[in-house]
Every structure is written in structure tokens, then in C-alpha cells.
């Protein structure tokens, strides 16, 4: 497979953040980008009982896959459709930003279209009898910021954090299985600006190196990949410094 073809099947995978800015100087590891925007932090509810139900089968796992795809295709769907833009799905959360807008209007608009699409879901048959997955959801607005830590070559992640994301996060675990809950707006008038060490030679960064190396070898091979999503792993931030201390510099 040609480099252009890899390049041009590996964009989906990443976040439309990262698309329109690979290739630019100041994408960098280490680099800090500000940002006043609007985050929807969604949970499925009932996933640890979901999976109870299924462990006892021989197949429990390929059902438990199919299920969860057909809950996150909804759910990116719906996002992309409202103009958000999907930043990690980890396990059973997913974070959603709209970055540059702060509108909490659009963000209830999201999450009510997110939580119709996941009741018009058939129920996941299993041997405990149908199953329901449901979504609790926060949303926030207000200051958040985004970091690019890693090493090229073994791995960059997109990292979101800040006070808005915080925010939206604690709504989520307010709100009520099936319901969204809406922080209080924070407020911040510092500028949105960026901070970049200087770049190295050869640390330009393309979509290779924000996936999994062994994703990027098997797509150039063209062997069949099995369903990818992007995650993003959490580290405490003392672990995060003795891994990666240019993560912090900012």
C-alpha cells in the first residue's frame, strides 16, 4: 500500500483536531494548545453488568463487541453530525469537544440527539434476559487545554485537559442513568494561545504516530484490521513526569 493511500486511510482514526494540523510546526511533543470550548462527557451506563451477563458464554466476548460497536457508531455519528469532534473514547466514556465554542446550547442539543439515539437501540439479548445500555452525560463549557505527550516513534497521545473538562466530567457522575446534567459556565478571559518547545529535526508528526505501530503495519500490509477506536491512556501526573517529563513543562 503507497504511503498516500496509508496516510489517507489512517485520517479517520484521529480526531479533526489533529487532521488539520498535522504536518504544521507547532505540532510538536510537549506542545500546550488553550482553548475556550464546550465538552460532552458521556458514560455508558450498565457496561460492568453487560459484560457479567456475557462472561459465562463461549462467545460472550464477540457479543459483547458487537454490541459496543453498535452503541459507539450511533454515538459518533450523532457527534459528528452536531460538529463535534471525538477526542478518546477509553473503555466506557467518550469525550466530545467543539473547541473555540463556548455553547452550552449546542452542547444540551448533542446531548439530547445522544441519548434518542441510544433508546432507539434494539435491547442486547443475553442469557440474564434484554439489556438496555443507557448514557449519563455532562456537559461544560469554559477553558481547557490540550497536550501532546509521548515520543515519536512509541507513541503521541492528544491529551484534553482543565477546568472544563473537569467540570463536565463531575456532571456526568451527577447525572441520572438516561440523562445529561449541565455544569454552571466558567468563565476565562485569558488569551488562547499555544506553547511549543522548539521543534527537532525530524519530529515533524503525521497520523503514523498518534496510532498503535502495530495498526499502521498491518494497514500498510492491507491485512484485514479488526474494529479500532481511538483511547487515550490516563497517567497520575507523578507517573506521567517520570515517564515523559517534557508532558508537564507547561
Not at 65 to 90: F, K, P, R
Request: net charge negative; proline share 9%.
Amino acid at each position: 500500500m503507497s504511503d498516500t493511500i496509508t496516510h489517507e486511510a489512517l485520517r479517520p482514526f484521529l480526531p479533526i483536531w489533529l487532521r488539520e494540523r498535522l504536518g504544521a510546526p507547532e505540532l510538536v511533543p510537549g506542545a500546550t494548545f488553550h482553548s475556550h470550548t464546550t465538552i460532552v462527557y458521556a458514560d455508558l451506563s450498565g457496561f460492568s453488568r453487560l459484560t457479567s451477563a456475557f462472561s459465562a458464554l463461549p462467545d460472550g466476548a464477540e457479543r459483547l463487541h458487537l454490541v459496543l460497536n453498535q452503541a459507539y457508531a450511533v454515538l459518533i455519528e450523532t457527534i459528528a453530525a452536531h460538529g463535534g469532534d471525538i477526542m478518546s473514547i477509553a473503555g466506557d466514556a467518550l469525550t466530545a469537544w467543539w473547541p473555540d465554542q463556548m455553547d452550552l446550547e449546542l452542547g444540551r442539543a448533542c446531548a439530547r440527539a445522544l441519548l434518542s439515539a441510544m433508546s432507539s437501540l434494539p435491547p442486547a439479548v443475553t442469557p440474564l434476559g434484554p439489556f438496555h445500555l443507557l448514557l449519563r452525560i455532562g456537559i461544560a463549557t469554559g477553558p481547557v487545554s490540550l497536550t501532546l505527550a509521548g515520543i515519536p516513534g512509541s507513541g503521541v497521545y492528544p491529551i484534553l485537559f482543565g477546568p472544563a473538562l473537569k467540570a463536565a466530567a463531575s456532571a456526568e457522575r451527577e447525572a441520572v442513568a438516561g440523562s445529561f446534567r449541565e455544569a454552571a459556565s466558567l468563565v476565562d478571559h485569558s488569551p488562547t494561545t499555544s506553547v511549543a518547545p522548539p521543534a527537532l529535526p525530524g519530529t515533524t508528526l503525521d497520523e503514523a504516530q498518534f496510532l498503535p505501530k502495530t495498526f499502521v503495519d498491518r494497514l500498510r500490509s492491507n491485512t484485514l484490521v479488526a474494529e479500532y477506536r481511538r483511547c487515550v491512556p490516563v497517567l497520575p501526573p507523578s507517573t506521567c513526569r517520570a515517564i515523559h517529563p517534557i508532558c508537564t513543562a507547561s
